[in-house]
């Protein structure tokens, strides 16, 4: 079982990261530079500013980014069957769906912890906003994912679930957003804790609520 696993976790993250000729995991990362490339034109040069709002930004960035594999995550294999061939093996739909999740997160949320570095830069932040920036995402990348994997399963039988799946995740996602930024303000990491604590609960809950959805989308 830990070699299908493992087989099936390379073959998610490959997937992912190629994203069968619809962007993959590039375009996620090409977005979250483009955003914090253009966001000192629209504010202007102002050093103070753009260290003062920068980091909102980045984490703005950072959630709009997460939207855009929404759409390849579960609908492609539930319509290809690869869920029941997988149910065949043994595989329940939760464990697929935690090793979907972890495919998910590995495909953007170290990209974007890379990508954080030359975005800082370009805004003018300081050393310590970027680290306090780099725990905040390392705390709230993974809620972002697993947000976006209970989404994908829920919409992935409806007809324009992708836009949905946009519409649905920003305001899920706002606590992570209102504690993973509001620690730039406070320059301590109370908040970032209490990100990642949301986090680990929609982890938790993500590969049951997402299986739950498959397990009745193919029952219809």
């Known amino acids: 079982m830990i070699r299908l696993m493992a087989a099936l976790l390379w073959r998610d993250l490959l997937g992912l990261l190629s994203g069968g ?3 993959g995991a590039g375009l996620p990362l090409l977005f979250f530079i ?4 253009l966001f000192p034109f629209a504010v202007g040069p102002d ?19 997460a939207i855009l594999p929404l759409d390849r995550l579960v609908a ?4 290809l069957g690869t869920f029941d061939q997988l149910a065949l093996r043994g595989v329940s739909e939760e464990l697929a769906m935690a090793v979907r999740l972890l495919a998910h997160w590995l ?6 912890l890379l990508a954080t570095l030359p975005a800082s830069a370009l805004l003018g932040l300081e050393n310590e906003t970027t680290r ?5 995402l390392l705390a709230g990348t993974p809620g972002l994912a697993a947000i976006g994997i209970i989404i994908a399963a829920l919409t992935a039988t409806l007809r324009g679930g992708a836009a949905l799946s946009g519409l649905l995740l920003v305001p899920l996602a706002v606590p992570i957003l209102i504690f993973g930024a509001g620690s730039l303000a406070r320059g301590d990491t109370t908040g970032i804790a209490l990100a990642g604590a949301i986090s680990l609960g929609l982890v938790a809950l993500a590969p049951f609520a997402a299986g739950a959805a498959i397990r009745s989308a193919r029952e219809q």
């Open 21 to 23: 000729g619809r962007g």
């Open 34 to 37: 483009a955003v914090a490339m």
């Open 47 to 65: 050093p103070k500013l753009l260290a003062r709002t920068g980091g909102g930004v980045v984490w703005i960035a950072a959630l709009l980014a």
């Open 76 to 79: 492609p294999d539930l319509d």
């Open 107 to 112: 495909s953007f949320g170290p990209l974007l």
């Open 132 to 136: 306090l920036l780099l725990l905040g």
